[in-house]
């Protein structure tokens, strides 16, 4: 079994305390939800019970006309006791229906209106997470909590709460009224809450391991669906359909075996409490009509008893569907709360140094970063880039060369020394101004759904559609994009699908330029590229690096023939540093890799 950790982690074994801790972070969410519509809470809580009230008035009711309204008829002809008791019993059911009435709508509004906060509330939470949360936690995961988790959320303030509150005061009501009305009946009912405890207590215990147990199968076929379709490319490339479809059939299978235990449960559970209620009704029945016979009993009495008992039994069947639901919507929250609880890595200042007009001036001060303890990318790195300066870097896989660019674009925080712009550590510059400083395209090269103009304005909003020709022109991509059906207002369909992987990055590079940072970063930018779209690309560069400091990460040695500076990384260590014409001089690794590429071109 696999259950949600404190830290929103998949763990397959929990001690009590933290099985109590992870209950009393859902409820602290769960009250956090209801606290901004307490007031309507309160209504509608009210609402409820002065229903409960007025239906279990009812048996009271019909007991008093048979053995007093009808009474009076027969002896003294007297209709105005019964005409007054039916009177009374519609006004009870006319306003028990009304404030139903009332409730379903005061609580559709309450659930309608935690669900829409606890939506923003995720969205919100996981985008403002630090990088190093989204590479850890699958894309499945989390939109498993924004859809899965939450609409089990929503079945349970639907309807699941209504049957819960309203289950219990109509136990507890009629429990009251049949004391009140007859407390020798009431005896085979407070015996027979006996076995419903141990057999409530039993499906408490045993529910809860197995509704967890189906919530994690559930989230598990969910993660597996999304990774399928969204590496559908790879997935199609490698012939991994069949494979995929008997890993997705032994998820099926697990999810069906989770679900067929808790179905078990029902079976036994359900049937365990009608049959009490029927032995218990039988009691009532039976000794009620021992005392009638005897005259110790009124007729309207013993009708009221069997009535009473019958509906004491009704709710606890309807609290058996709602375990079902309460179970369900737990774990979910437990699975959301996690998620909300995780912090971000990169905090924003307390108090921020504002950037006035940035130079674009860079220092590593004794820099040592490792995406966990038991390895270290960088050690103790220092590095001066002056502002306006291009740097390339180069070396080989795993040298350290996109975390370098990640600690500048601060999607990390070192964990010894410190990244400067300009002076300032990047920790005391608000993320505001950093991500207008400083911007970096990757080898990814998204568009988001929309128009090409949309994906090319998000660099500047607001950018006008003349602002956004000219970076398109800047980078190459005017042509092909006035060869798309409808020029700049083409959808580009999800995740840019229409075009290819070139043109998705010369997106990406129109929308680095209209963004005009003082700090742009290159990382792998041109790997997508042909060598003709390559040479397009390579004017708009050096037009878009001019008067800016710029670092190009990239294995193609063209495009770091425009860079001032190269540095040659080695686990780490920058082991080369000076101009392209310098280190292809010389008899380093540059010089090597550059020998190499050049022999590949010939």
């Not at 709508?105 to 990088?131: K, P």
């Amino acid at each position: 079994m696999s259950v949600t950790g404190v830290r929103g982690e998949e763990r397959s074994d929990f001690t009590v305390n933290e099985g109590k801790a992870l209950r009393q972070r859902s409820l602290s969410l769960l009250g956090s939800l209801l606290h901004p519509v307490r007031v309507r809470v309160y209504f509608t809580l009210i609402i409820v019970v002065i229903s409960t009230a007025a239906q279990v008035a009812g048996p009271a009711l019909l007991a008093l006309g048979i053995d007093q309204g009808l009474t009076q008829v027969l002896d003294n002809n007297n209709w105005l006791p019964a005409e007054l008791i039916v009177v009374a019993y519609i006004l009870t059911a006319l306003v028990s229906s009304s404030m139903m009435a009332i409730y379903m709508r005061s609580s559709a509004l309450i659930s309608q209106t935690v669900l829409l906060d606890l939506r923003e509330r995720v969205f919100t939470h996981t985008q403002n997470l630090s990088m190093s949360f989204h590479e850890n936690y699958t894309s499945g995961r989390i939109i498993a909590r924004q859809t899965s988790d939450i609409e089990t959320l929503r079945e349970l303030l639907d309807g699941g709460l209504s049957s819960l509150f309203r289950g219990i005061l109509l136990i507890t009501f009629t429990a009251v009224a049949l004391v009140a009305l007859d407390p020798s009946s009431a005896l085979p009912l407070l015996v027979a809450l006996i076995p419903c405890y141990f057999l409530t207590r039993w499906f408490s215990d045993t529910s809860k391991k197995q509704f967890r147990e189906a919530r994690t199968f559930s989230a598990r076929l969910i993660v597996q669906f999304v990774e399928t379709m969204t590496g559908i490319r790879a997935v199609k490339a490698f012939r991994r359909e069949a494979r995929n479809e008997a890993s997705y059939a032994i998820g099926v299978d697990d999810y069906k075996e989770a679900n067929r235990k808790v179905i078990r449960l029902f079976g036994t559970y359900d049937p365990g409490l009608k049959v009490i209620g029927v032995f218990t009704l039988a009691s009532v029945l039976l000794l009620g009509s021992f005392r009638v016979a005897n005259g110790a009993m009124e007729v309207g009495v013993l009708l009221a008893a069997v009535l009473y008992t019958r509906r004491f039994f009704e709710p606890m069947e309807e609290l058996a569907m709602f375990y079902n639901s309460f179970q369900n919507a737990s774990s979910a929250l437990e699975k959301v709360s996690g998620m909300l609880e995780e912090k971000p890595t990169v905090l924003e200042p307390e108090f921020p140094t504002a950037l006035v007009h940035p130079r674009g001036s860079l220092d590593f001060n004794n820099v040592t970063f490792g995406y966990n303890s038991s390895s270290v990318v960088l050690p103790n790195l220092d590095l001066h880039i002056p502002a306006g300066q291009t740097i390339a870097m180069v070396g080989t896989t795993g040298a350290g060369k996109s975390t370098l660019a990640k600690l500048v674009a601060r999607f990390y925080d070192p964990v010894e020394g410190s990244v400067e712009l300009d002076g300032i550590e990047l920790t005391q510059i608000a993320n505001a101004d950093l991500r207008r400083t400083i911007v970096m395209v990757t080898q990814e090269s998204y568009l988001f759904s929309g128009s090409v103009a949309d994906n090319i304005g998000l660099g500047k909003p607001g950018a006008t559609p003349a602002e956004i020709e000219s970076a398109a022109r800047a980078v190459g991509a005017h042509d092909f994009i006035m060869r798309l059906p409808e020029g700049y207002e083409t959808d580009v369909n999800k995740r840019g699908g229409r075009l290819s992987a070139g043109q998705r990055q010369l997106l990406s590079f129109a929308r680095a330029f209209i963004a005009d940072p003082t700090v742009l970063i290159l990382d792998e930018a041109t790997a997508s590229l042909d060598i003709p779209s390559e040479r397009l690309v390579q004017h708009g560069l050096q037009t878009l690096l001019a008067d800016r400091t710029a670092i190009i990460i990239a294995h193609r040695l063209s495009t770091v023939a425009i860079a001032d500076r190269v540095l040659v990384m080695e686990h780490g260590d920058i082991i080369e540093d000076g101009s392209p014409e310098e280190l292809i001089a010389g008899t380093g690794k540059f010089a090597s890799l550059h020998s190499a590429w050049r022999d590949s071109l010939a």
